[in-house]
């Protein structure tokens, strides 16, 4: 079975960092855009970034550029987020998710193109 698994939520103050990991079982992503997302209380899911199968090309929003980055460690079948500088806005549930079509070339930003999710990890921001 295929799981996706986040882990390095937390609560952190304004102007902190946090590194997410995800972890995969099940099978190997290597050929996978690989991607985060976060869904805020009242809010939708929303695009956060994505990487390409062998790396290299990432795709992020608006609101993280500068202070988000996304990597992968395809030998540990493992997606990152390094997030730095965060804000109270940056306050949302996190979730990872992995795209089943092999060697996209562009990362794709849309939900409805990634097929497997993770259960999500909350990320606090106090200001």
């Known amino acids: 079975q295929v799981q996706l698994v986040e882990s390095g939520g937390g609560l952190v103050q304004a102007g902190g960092s946090l590194r997410l990991s995800c972890a995969a079982s099940?099978?190997?992503?290597?050929?996978?855009?690989m991607g985060w997302f976060r869904q805020a209380p009242g809010k939708g899911r929303q695009f956060v970034a994505a990487?390409?199968?062998?790396?290299?090309?990432?795709s992020y929003a608006d609101s993280v550029k500068g202070r988000f980055t996304i990597s992968r460690d395809n030998a540990k079948n493992t997606v990152y987020l390094q997030m730095n500088s965060l804000k109270p806005e940056d306050t949302a549930v996190y979730y990872c998710a992995a795209d089943d079509k092999s060697f996209r070339v562009v990362p794709t930003t849309h939900l409805y193109e990634y097929d497997y999710w993770g259960q999500g990890t909350q990320v606090t921001v106090s200001s």
């Open positions: 990487i390409r199968w062998s790396g290299g090309k990432t």
């Open positions: 099940g099978r190997t992503f290597s050929s996978a855009t």
